[in-house]
Every structure is written in C-alpha cells, then in structure tokens.
C-alpha cells in the first residue's frame, strides 16, 4: 500500500481532471487514507466530485473530499436513521468521550481531527483522528493512550447519564483485542515477559463436526494471560474515568456542542479543551431555507468533471 507521500502524490494525479477549491489540502486528505490503494483514492476523488455536483457546486472544496473519504471508509451517512433524544444524547457524550480523552492525554501525534453523531455505516457516531505521519509501530504508552481513548465513550456514559448502554460492544472487543495482542504477542507484561503465546500461526484441528486450534499454553498461564488482560483493560478505564472528571465541564461542553452542531472539527474541540466553551454561533433551526437558483443555463454550475481510475487492483480500506 501507498505511504502518505505516495497517497498525496496519487491524489494529485486524480485531481488534475477536476476543479478544485483553494481551500482544499490534500496532506490532509492522505493523512487520512492509511491503507488506501490507488484505486480506493480514485474512488474518492469520484465521489467527491459527485458531491460536488449534486451540491451545484462549481468546485470540489475540502467538505467534498472529507466527506467522500468517510463514504469510502465507513459507508453513507444514514440520517434517515432517527433517533430519539435520549438516544442521541448518549451517543454525543460518547463521543465527547472518546474525544476529550484522546485530546488531553495525546502527544500530539495523533491529533482529533472529527467527531460526529451522525450515523454512518453501522455505528451511531464517531471520532477521527489523523495520525501526523504513517506509524509502522506503536509503543506501549501509545497503546496504553489508545484503549483509554477506546473506553472513553464508555466511561462518559457512566459519568454523565449514570448508566451504561450495549453502544460500547465495538469498543470494548477491539480494546480487548489490543490489550491481548499486548500481552500475548507484544511481550508487553512484565508477568508473562517476551514469549509469544497467541495460536495464531497454528493450523486448525478438525475433530469431527468443528474445528479447534491446538493449545500450546498451560491452563496457569492461560489464567495468566487473562489476569493481565483484564489489567491493562482496568488501567485504562481508569485513566479515562479521571480524564473525564478531572474535565467535566469540558466533557459536558463536547456533548452539548455535539447535539447542537452534530458534527465539530478538530479546531473546535481543541477549543472547547483550551477555554470550556465553544465560540461558533448557534444555528438558527427556525431560518428560512435559502432560496435556490433558477435553472437557468446562466446559474447551472457544470458538474465537475470525472478522472478516470487507474488499472490498480483494489484493495479493502482499515479496520
């Protein structure tokens, strides 16, 4: 897969039979295709300048291409998908959670760069952040960083709603899921040391009518390897659950934010995290709907034009 100069530098190609607005900044854009092939960065320039033209915009700005890069990633958005207001204030300080944790405890290479309640895909809400340059590993603070981020969202369900919802299962598998890579393939214990105990390069057994994967590993270390699973999951959610109340006010102004706005970039978090509050101005729900242009040949903006994808063998986008 292409690294970020290499993506930025593909993006550039694909642009070139488009029209693009001067805001647009396509290091950003690569920043945040890791894993992205050609192909996959062809079909976002498609998309976007599909969006462009559906908008009757005469050029592809930056809201286009964000949002052809989240379609590509996660699928459409889903407003159609209602919720009510219990649900949907659960979801915003969710997210508020995982944002202002990443936020506060981050080092600065991997910066909040979205977050949103707006459905996509199969989940509720979201929170993006844009690593600075591509990462091939990870310490262990950074993972450390990383699953308290991940059980952010469920522990600000429980310091502000004072319950906890089925909304955290994707958090909490892939959480577990690195903190047992940590622990049985990264030599990240200090109980269990540098051996690797995962089956994962095992050839499975059939025995009759399932399959099951040989066992290399006594049934003390097993219980071991789960002790410290469960450590590294207890010291995150504890370092996120004093995160959150150390920063309370800031976590009720991220949710607030959220369920008036439903979408804040990275500069407006950063904000809310500086001063507590957030300095865009409310939007006025009950304004009239701008009124549209004639379509008229004079007012009809010609739709941007479409690149051609390269003869690249796609590739699947992240996890």
């Avoid at 550039?12 to 690569?30: G, N, P, Q, T, W």
Wanted: charged residues 30%.
């Amino acid at each position: 897969m292409p690294d970020i100069n290499e993506r930025e530098q593909i993006l550039k190609i694909h642009v070139r039979s488009v029209k693009l607005a001067k805001e647009v900044d396509l290091a950003i854009i690569a920043r945040g295709t890791p894993g992205y092939s050609g192909a996959d960065l062809a079909n976002l320039v498609n998309e976007a300048a599909l969006t462009a033209a559906r908008g009757n915009k005469k050029a592809i700005g930056m809201e286009e291409m964000e949002e052809a890069r989240d379609k590509v990633r996660w699928g459409r958005e889903r407003r159609s998908r209602l919720m009510d207001e219990k649900e949907k204030k659960c979801t915003a300080y969710h997210e508020a959670g995982h944002a202002l944790v990443q936020a506060v405890l981050d080092a600065g290479e991997y910066p909040v760069h979205k977050v949103t309640i707006i459905p996509r895909g199969q989940s509720l809400g979201s929170t993006m952040y844009l690593p600075t340059k591509d990462k091939y590993t990870q310490s262990k603070k950074e993972l450390l960083v990383r699953l308290a981020m991940v059980m952010g969202g469920r522990i600000a369900e429980e310091t502000i709603l004072g319950d906890i919802t089925s909304g955290a299962y994707s958090d909490i598998r892939y959480a577990t899921a690195i903190a047992r890579k940590m622990v049985c393939e990264w030599g990240m214990s200090e109980k269990l040391g540098n051996v690797h105990y995962g089956v994962d390069d095992e050839q499975p057994i059939f025995l009759g009518r399932e399959l099951a994967r040989p066992q290399n590993v006594s049934e003390a270390t097993t219980r071991v390897i789960d002790e410290e699973v469960r450590r590294f999951m207890d010291e995150a959610i504890e370092q996120a659950r004093k995160v959150l109340n150390d920063n309370k006010d800031k976590l009720i102004a991220l949710g607030e934010a959220l369920l008036e706005f439903e979408t804040l970039d990275g500069e407006e978090v950063m904000e809310i995290v500086r001063t507590g509050k957030l300095s865009r101005p409310p939007e006025n729900k009950n304004a009239p709907p701008p009124v549209l242009p004639t379509a008229s040949t004079e007012n009809k903006a010609e739709p941007p034009p479409m690149p051609d994808a390269p003869d690249i063998d796609s590739a699947p986008a992240n996890a």
